[in-house]
């Protein structure tokens, strides 16, 4: 006997990432309407208290994201794991530990920056991802997902880069995160986050390789399925 279609293994992941993502959609198109008012109604003051405004939905979005990397090892998400495990490093690094950690980070205008590239990037990711699990396609949609992050990812990391570069100066200051080991070991927190410097362009060599070549991939059957149906 049939299972009802409700209670096949594929309808149940399909619905359980099709919530996943409307969550994750709703959550960035609030961070990024709020953000909006706010500077319409205050000009660049608003950009000062970006952080304190709007700072822990960020914080909760990025945490739920996490989960993403157990979709992929499951199974339940076609995508490669290590390019989703570098973009998803950088954003936690750059925002658990070199943001949330300082608060005179908190106050610079790159926090706002980089809060608009990556929720550009997610709203339309999400949308993309969200339809095509409930079998919808728009070919400007599809477009977009996979050529927005063209010129914004490398924006999104130079602005990553230029946030550790101004947090320096603070965690050399405070101390924070550096500590002393056993047998006169220490480490010293600045200069791990400038070997992290380095290892972030490596990192968006790879992920911006991986993404151009999915692109071309996606965009090459696009029309063809769009014909069949």
């Known amino acids: ?18 919530i996943y993502y409307l969550l994750q959609f709703c959550g960035h198109s609030w961070i990024f309407t709020n953000m909006t008012v706010r500077f319409f109604s205050f000009g660049e003051d608003s950009m000062v208290d970006t952080f304190y405004a709007i700072g822990l939905v960020m914080r909760l979005c990025q945490s739920i994201s996490l989960l993403e990397l157990l979709h992929i090892s499951v199974g ?11 973009q998803l490093t950088e954003r936690i690094i ?83 995160y550096s500590t002393k080991l056993p047998f006169d070991l220490s480490i010293y927190f600045p200069y791990v986050l400038k070997i992290y410097l380095m290892m972030l362009f490596i990192g968006m060599y790879y992920t911006y390789s991986h993404l151009y070549s999915e692109r071309r991939d996606v965009l090459r059957v696009f029309p063809f399925k769009k014909k069949k149906t």
Not at 2 to 7: E, H, N, T
């Open 76 to 86: 339940i998400d076609p995508n490669r794991l290590l390019p989703r495990l570098l």
């Open 94 to 176: 750059i925002l658990f530990v070199v943001i949330t950690s300082q608060e005179e980070v908190q106050e610079k205008y790159v926090v706002c920056v980089l809060f608009i590239f990556w929720n550009l990037l997610d709203m339309v990711r999400y949308t993309y991802s969200m339809l095509s699990v409930i079998g919808i396609s728009y070919a400007v949609l599809t477009w977009l997902s996979q050529t927005l992050w063209m010129p914004i990812y490398p924006l999104c990391v130079l602005a990553e880069a230029f946030a550790i570069y101004q947090s320096l100066p603070y965690f050399e200051s405070f101390g924070t």
């Open 1 to 18: 006997m049939a299972l009802p279609a409700w209670l096949q293994p594929r309808y149940r992941k399909n619905t359980y990432l099709f």
